[in-house]
């Protein structure tokens, strides 16, 4: 049985935005759905488990936390930190990538060099790493937060823009914009940008899900946003201590970050496929 | 070849520069070095002594010259947690952190590339559509939770590995296939869609044609073939594997470079971190250039330059 034709053919695409879209909702609607305050600390019913394991009552449906707190209502505020932290980096570094990458890779020279070798420096750095760094010396907010896994991310976008604008730079229509007498500036955002515009969109979806996992990650670390915030990787990294005795506060948040980037990775290769059905693998 | 060797080469030195720069800097302007070791209990005397050996009274690009030319003939300071010369203690945890990646990598190397040959092979079907599936959900999970789901799973419940810390080879298994995962899904879908664009090439076409065994195309026309994408994005990825056993080493309590790194920084051992720093530094730009001639070796149409 030739499972993709069974399933239509952008059935990614369909997949993932569909998770994605339904996820978006959640946080943008957390206010009405979430049963109870997620920050309401209820000690008398610390570690409730869930609805279907021994001892779980409808009270609270997917159980309660350390402090008696609602898992339900966690999950469903959380979504908006993971959601907003994820695209807000992504989107910062894009900008900053795409821009120096272009920038680089139109003008040439001096620029390029130190746009490269900054970026090869970079390249020599694990990015959780650095992450830490900063974190553990300006502190986490989700500011931060957003700043640090941003500023981590550019040489993607700086690469791939940096070589397709090199390419773009010897084509007839850029020639033809430049005798016409257009600045660079000009060229680099009108004519270069729309050009590059499909294979961004990929990246940058992709990204996101990068993105959402370093949150977790550093979360983990004891980096990310501080404490009594709702977000998913806080609620795992709080798990983490009670595995053993209330395995659901870990594999619950666990379940919601796997469900959503799955969603996102789904959805930024579906693109990938719809936009440019012959391109490589994008690393 | 050589003069692209050479180039490389002599640019290593400023990226790392670059990088111990910014750590540097990052780590002196945001905690007085005078305040963390000595806390409040500190005389002016011990005081003294400290702002002299760590020469804190020059202004800050000073104090990094200074730390600089230390470094270059290989002394990267004591380490201010335990006392003794920091690349020594580095060099001391660095054993476990090698035997970690190298176990990693070849679990993520080798099952990547087969399931990615079992994806090509029968694409569309039902293995093909698991294997993807494992691998975009494998892309998706936070990899320290797997971690812990390992650690419930083999060494709580049903009690045949170690739940963590370092021994015999029983304690690297759980490790190595956490740490594989965070490769391993991409070396999967990376082989899959190498082969594929090889499959349609013209020469398979002919091999088949001529009669030669499927055995046949698959290991001598396609496999060599196929293979250099995946030794491109071996090298790109050098940088997130250390990131990977930062992650790990701290869920297993493995006694490595990472883990170590990561205690220094929330402690400003400014020379243990910085130490750490170059020899990651160092590990992924050499590798990375011997990633490069490789694949050169490999498929001799990459003309480096």
Known sequence: MRFNRFFGKNLKMVLGGGIVILVVLTALLADFIAPYDPYLQDLMHRMEPPVWSDGGSWVHILGTDNYGRDMLSRLIHGSRISIFVGFASMLMSCILGTTLGMIAGYKGKRIEQVVMRLADAHMAIPEILLAVLIVAAIGGSTLNLILVLGISGWMVYARVTFGLCRSFRERPFIEAAVSHGAKGGFIIFVHILPQILPILTVISTLQVAQMILQETALSFLGLGVPAPAATWGNMLAEGRDRMWIAPWIANLSGMAIIILVWGVNMLGNGLREHLDPKSKEIR | ?305
């Open chain 2, 1 to 305: 070849m050589f003069r692209f060797i050479a180039r490389r080469l002599l640019l290593m030195p400023l990226s790392i520069l670059i990088v111990m720069l910014v750590v540097f800097v990052v780590l002196r302007i945001t905690g007085d070095p005078v305040e963390i070791y000595l806390g409040i209990e500190g005389t002016p005397e011990q005081e003294a002594v400290l702002i002299e050996k760590l020469h804190l009274d020059e202004p800050l690009p000073m104090q990094f010259m200074i730390f600089l030319s230390d470094a270059v003939q290989g002394d990267f300071g004591e380490s201010l947690q335990y006392g003794e010369p920091a690349m020594k203690i580095v060099v001391s945890r660095l054993w476990p952190t090698i035997q970690l990646l190298v176990m990693g990598l070849s679990v993520a190397v080798v099952g990547g590339v087969l399931l990615g040959i079992t994806c090509a092979v029968w694409k569309d079907r039902l293995s093909d559509f698991l294997i993807s599936s494992f691998a975009i959900a494998g892309q998706s999970m936070p990899s320290f939770w797997l971690g812990i789901l390992l650690i419930q799973f083999f060494a709580l419940d049903m009690k045949l590995l170690p739940t963590s810390g370092i021994g015999d080879f029983s304690h690297l298994i759980l490790p190595s296939i956490t740490l594989s995962m965070f490769l391993m899904p991409n070396f999967i879908m990376i082989t899959r869609t190498s082969f594929l664009e090889i499959v349609n090439e013209q020469f398979v076409v002919t091999a088949r044609s001529k009669g030669v065994s499927k055995k046949g195309i698959l290991f001598i026309h396609v496999l060599p073939n196929a293979i250099n994408p995946v030794v491109s994005f071996l090298g790109l990825q050098v940088g997130r594997l250390f990131g990977g056993s930062i992650i790990t080493e701290t869920i297993f309590a493995w006694p490595g470079v990472g883990r170590l790194m990561i205690g220094s920084i929330f402690q400003r051992d400014v020379p243990i971190v910085i130490a750490a720093v170059f020899i990651v530094c160092v590990t992924i730009i050499v590798s990375n250039l011997i990633v490069d001639i490789v694949q050169s070796m490999i498929d001799p149409r990459i003309r480096l330059e």
